[in-house]
């Protein structure tokens, strides 16, 4: 949507199709918060975690906020079946944020919000310039990710040096940090495969 060529009626179907992977979120960060014993990461974790979770802006809530604008209703976004692409990116994040290494954990995330700053930028540009979404309370899910991924990922990074520390847990948590990502990448083709877009 960055150069205007998909619909509002596109737009809208990620949103809902995504939605289910931007709620359990929050549940990757906590997974890894649970299992580490460094209590500078873990304290790292948990600004990150209220960040997710607290209040009425709440991630999730944002993103149903910039559904809404779109014309999804809370029914689409709570009993959309998840898309086997999405399943299967929840099921990866999952696996590498509850299991025994903390530094496999902390790449997935880092995979993740690594790269939001910048693509929560670009979405939000489009939105404005291609489809007429400014209304602060839709995009700002985007907003705040423009921002606060951005410490998210410096923190991330910091935390990886502390807890990898040997070539074979480095190795790991590279390898974790690229099934998260190509298991996102796949999300992306699951949305355009819904909507009869080629890849």
């Known amino acids: 949507w960055s150069e205007g060529k998909l619909t509002r009626d596109h737009i809208r179907e990620y949103a809902i199709s995504y939605y289910p992977h931007v709620a359990a979120f929050p549940t990757y960060v906590s997974g890894v918060h649970s299992g580490c014993d460094d209590p500078t990461v ?84 489009g939105l404005a310039a291609f489809y007429g979404i400014e209304d602060p309370g839709a995009v700002e899910f985007f907003t705040v990710h423009e921002e606060a991924d951005v410490w998210h990922r410096q923190a991330e990074r910091e935390a990886l040096g502390r807890v990898a520390t040997t070539p ?12 998260c990502l190509d298991s996102l990448n796949r999300v992306l083709d699951g949305v355009m495969r819904e909507n009869g877009l080629a890849a």
């Open 42 to 125: 873990r304290r790292m974790l948990l600004e990150n975690l209220v960040e997710e979770e607290r209040g009425p802006a709440n991630h999730p809530a944002l993103w149903r906020r910039f559904a809404a604008a779109l014309g999804a209703s809370e029914t689409d976004l709570s009993t959309r079946p998840r898309t086997p692409e999405v399943a299967g990116a929840i099921a990866e994040f999952r696996r590498a944020t509850r299991g025994d290494s903390v530094a496999e954990g902390l790449a997935a995330l880092y995979a993740y919000e690594s790269q939001i700053p910048e693509i929560s930028r670009t979405k939000r540009e």
């Open 168 to 179: 074979d847990e480095q190795k790991n948590a590279l390898a974790a940090a690229e099934r």
